[in-house]
Nanobody, 125 residues
Framework: QVQLVESGGGSVQAGGSLRLSCAASGYTYEAYCMAWFRQAPGKEREAVAVITSIGATTYADSVKGRFTISKDTAKNTVHLQMNSLAPQDTAKYYC???????????????????WGQGTQVTVSS
């Protein structure tokens, strides 16, 4: 059974930082595309950052230069370091894994097979 468990969300003021973590179990996670998505109320779920099996990364334009996705293979964990947070970053953040791909990772939520329960990030102005 594949399990993804997120942690690290919370409330911060604009300009602050948070580090989200996604602990993976039940599969060889490093062989899969991993991604962080977010969903704000009334909006569609969007990909924020994606990392391939070999560590190549892509980011949404809205977070480039502020967010960094990384993997800790020894701990089977994927992180999302978020700096210079702004109120528009407020959303529920989800970790996801695509069991069919290890590279050429996609951004569409429908492509991802496994999801965590989400962690809330709230940024106040």
């Amino acid at each position: 059974q594949v399990q993804l468990v997120e942690s690290g969300g919370g409330s911060v003021q604009a300009g602050g930082s948070l580090r989200l973590s996604c602990a993976a179990s039940g599969y060889t996670y490093e062989a899969y595309c991993m991604a962080w998505f977010r969903q704000a109320p009334g909006k569609e779920r969007e990909a924020v950052a994606v990392i391939t099996s070999i560590g190549a990364t892509t980011y949404a334009d809205s977070v480039k230069g502020r967010f960094t996705i990384s993997k800790d293979t020894a701990k089977n964990t994927v992180h999302l370091q978020m700096n210079s947070l702004a109120p528009q970053d407020t959303a529920k953040y989800y970790c996801a894994a695509d069991g069919d791909r290890s590279w050429n990772c996609l951004n569409a939520p429908d492509e991802y097979d496994y999801w965590g329960q989400g962690t809330q990030v709230t940024v106040s102005s």
